[in-house]
């Protein structure tokens, strides 16, 4: 069983179109993060939601708009995409002991 | 400037070679993970330390952690070509309401020759 889902793998799509990517964890963690790694393979987080409640949000264009319906899901919108929104966004989940394990990624190609 | 930071940038080894990479970082911490990436894949967590161990074990990985030293270093013993990857480590900053945010470094770039 996948720990850290996240829907789709792939999304190529125009600018200015508005997509959602979706993350679920069957781990029961309480904390769920989403980061964003660039062409140089920086990862950097975006937001963190513990128990559905946001806590982190960086600086991060308010196009991009997290959404947590459970503390088992935390999903992606993000609005008007630009070229530069090009880049692989990993979700994340955490347990104080053990660490945070990631999902599989999801390449976002904005043309 | 980034917390985190591994050196080498990439490290290239014979397969059977041990493989060291070493990480800095800035502020305190609770604990530093580090992961590995294949080649447009996910991230694999591979093992946490947490700021009051000074090293740990996992099969033929090693992590050592000197907080006095705000570094810390990844050692793969006996590579294989399998273990051609990105390693990157990630500090968990102390304090404060990180609430278990990751900083991470630029990453180590392993391959492993047959």
């Known amino acids: 069983d996948t720990a850290v889902s996240q829907t789709p793998k792939y999304l190529v799509t125009q600018m200015g179109n508005d997509k959602s990517i979706k993350c679920e964890q069957n781990?029961?963690?309480?904390?769920m993060y989403w980061y964003k790694q660039d062409s140089k393979k920086f990862l950097k987080i975006m937001f963190s939601?513990?128990?559905?409640?946001?806590?982190i949000n960086e600086t991060v264009p308010n196009r991009f708009s997290p959404k947590s319906p459970d503390k088992a899901h935390l999903n992606l919108h993000i609005n008007s995409l630009e070229l530069g929104d090009s880049a692989v966004y990993f979700c994340a989940s955490s347990h104080l002991r053990l660490g945070a394990f990631f999902g599989q990624g999801t390449r976002l190609t904005v043309v | 400037s980034q917390q985190g930071e591994e050196d080498p940038q990439a490290l290239s080894i014979q397969e059977g070679e041990n493989a060291t990479m070493n990480c800095s970082y800035k502020?305190?911490?609770?604990?530093l993970q580090w992961y590995r990436q294949n080649s447009g894949r996910g991230l694999v967590h591979l093992i946490l330390i947490r700021s009051n161990e000074r090293e740990k074990h996992s099969g033929r990985l090693r992590v050592t952690l000197d907080t006095s030293k705000k570094s810390s270093s990844l050692l793969i013993t006996a590579s294989r070509a399998a273990d051609t990857a990105s390693y990157f480590c990630a500090t968990d900053a102390a304090g404060g309401t990180s609430y278990g945010k990751l900083t991470f470094g630029q990453g180590t770039i392993l391959t492993v020759h047959p």
């Open positions: 781990l029961g963690h309480d904390t």
């Open positions: 939601y513990n128990n559905k409640e946001l806590i």
């Open positions: 502020t305190s911490i609770n604990n």
